[in-house]
């Protein structure tokens, strides 16, 4: 799973990040409500542990914004306030669970589990830049209205580019994004699967919209 972990206070941020990366989770990190939001609007995330209590938005005002321009990606809210009316205004601001300060990390991963489980909504499954479009349930892929084939590695890559089309990621976000904690990867990798897609992209004449940027990475142009 991409985590996004939104937490004010740097030691229990890093904890968290830790223990999610010993389980092979990719996890990136926010100490407040708008670097929660802007990381959360290039999306490709599938959970969020959000802490309630921020310095500068508070957490269910974080939950309401991020609803209200159509994220559904499951949050977890942690906090210290555990009365049932704190658990019941989380929930009701569009928290999908609840976890009270101070909790187990076990817990914390299961409770992520569970969320993983849970059915992607049908808006979410539709990636689309400009002519170009994944469906991840099916896993299809169309570019200028022609199928390409694409293997399951590939397809992931393409599905973060498209998430973050128009801005420009480094081999280590694509790295930590498509391949997470597997052992034994180079950055070179990277590089090896841009070829890959833009020799597809090719044959329908779309090379040009997956560029790169002379020493910072690559990015793919959103398109119409």
């Known amino acids: 799973m991409r985590v996004l972990v939104v937490d004010d206070e740097p030691r229990m941020g890093e904890l968290i990040r830790r223990v999610l ?6 996890v990136d990190l926010a100490e407040d409500g708008v670097g929660a939001l802007a990381l959360a609007k290039a999306g490709g995330y ?7 209590m921020l310095p500068d938005l508070d957490g269910t ?11 559904r990606t499951p949050v977890l809210l942690l ?19 609840y976890l009270a300060k101070p909790f187990a990390f076990s817990e914390l991963l299961a409770r992520l589990r569970a ?3 849970r059915p992607v909504a049908a808006a979410e499954e539709r990636l689309v830049a400009g002519d170009i479009e994944l469906d991840e349930q099916r896993h299809v892929a169309r570019v200028a209205d022609t199928t390409v084939e694409l293997t399951a590695r590939e397809f992931a890559f393409l599905a973060y580019l ?5 801005q420009v990621l480094s081999r280590r976000q694509i790295l ?10 180079y950055s070179n990798v990277v590089d090896l699967y841009v070829s890959y897609l833009r020799r597809k992209l090719a044959a329908v004449g779309r090379a040009r919209r997956l560029r790169t940027v ?11």
Not at 162 to 166: F, T
Request: aromatic share 2%; proline share 1%.
């Open 176 to 185: 930590d994004a498509v391949w997470g904690a597997e052992p034994d990867v």
């Open 115 to 117: 969320l993983g489980r």
């Open 21 to 26: 990366l010993a389980e092979r989770h990719v």
């Open 46 to 52: 599938d959970a969020i542990v959000l802490d309630r």
């Open 61 to 71: 005002e974080v939950l309401q914004l991020l609803r209200s321009r159509g994220d």
């Open 214 to 224: 002379r020493g910072v990475g690559y990015t793919l142009d959103a398109g119409d």
């Open 79 to 97: 906090t210290a306030l555990g009365s049932v009316e704190q658990r019941v205004a989380g929930l009701d601001a569009g928290a999908d669970d």
């Open 162 to 166: 498209i998430r973050n089309a128009g």
